[in-house]
């Protein structure tokens, strides 16, 4: 069955960088769209970054675009999301999904780990 | 403020159908045959219900049901059953680098 287990999440300093890992199994990760979803605590859904199977087409929310990037490893059937100039607002749950090929909706979710930016 | 609009709580009893509303624009809900929803137990994962408006992924009931008009779309759930007490998140493709907008989400209470 489809499983996807984020690790990374973390307790960080304003302006600090992170990198949130996604090991993904149960389905042939190269073939698929991927993406990262968060949601702030007591908040709702936020879409964030997608990458396409092959690694070369990738979008950003307007939220992290410029400080947040998106790849992958279809070798070790991961994805990743290095975020940079971490702002308080970007406190949430990060969740990696495994994407529709237009991005959306996320077919999958992982359990998601959780990001906290404070001072 | 979430692009899309849904009620904030609806409430039903055992076994009633109810319906949860999701208002968007011409530029995502009312542009695209893209909308999703997605049920929210607490403490868990999103868990996709219906995508493309109205179709349900494998395994899901289908006591869950949607639809759209013009800018706005539906989820029906009928039989209302103890375990469909959640949030619910409406979604649409959207025009513009934003790829997926959500509603704020509606909280499920069964009574």
């Known amino acids: 069955q489809v499983q996807l287990v984020e690790s990374g999440g973390t307790l960080v300093k304003p302006g600090g960088s992170l990198r949130l890992s996604c090991a993904a199994s149960?389905?042939?990760?190269?073939?698929?769209?991927m993406s990262w979803m968060r949601q702030a605590p007591g908040k709702g859904l936020e879409w964030v970054s997608y990458?396409?199977?092959?690694?070369?087409?990738?979008y950003y929310a307007d939220s992290v675009k410029g400080r947040f990037t998106i790849s992958r490893d279809n070798a070790k059937n991961s994805l990743y999301l290095q975020m940079n100039s971490l702002r308080a607002e970007d406190t949430a749950v990060y969740y990696c999904?495994?994407?529709?090929?237009?991005?959306?909706?996320?077919?999958?979710w992982g359990q998601g780990t959780l990001v906290t930016v404070t001072s | 403020q979430s692009a899309l609009t849904q009620p904030a709580s609806v409430s039903g009893s055992l076994g009633q159908s109810i319906s949860i509303s999701c208002t968007g624009t011409s530029s995502d809900i009312g542009y695209y045959n893209y909308v999703s929803w997605y049920q929210q137990h607490p403490g868990e994962a999103p868990k996709l219900l219906i995508y493309d408006v109205t179709y349900r992924p494998s395994g899901v009931s289908p006591r869950f049901s949607g639809s759209r008009s013009g800018n706005s779309a539906s989820l029906t759930i009928s039989g209302l059953q103890a375990e469909d007490e959640a949030d619910y998140y409406c979604s649409s493709f959207t025009t513009g680098n934003t790829l997926e907008v959500f509603g704020g989400g509606t909280k499920l209470t069964v009574l």
């Open positions: 990458m396409s199977s092959s690694g070369y087409s990738m």
């Open positions: 999904a495994r994407s529709f090929p237009r991005g959306m909706p996320q077919e999958y």
């Open positions: 149960g389905f042939f990760f190269n073939d698929y769209y």
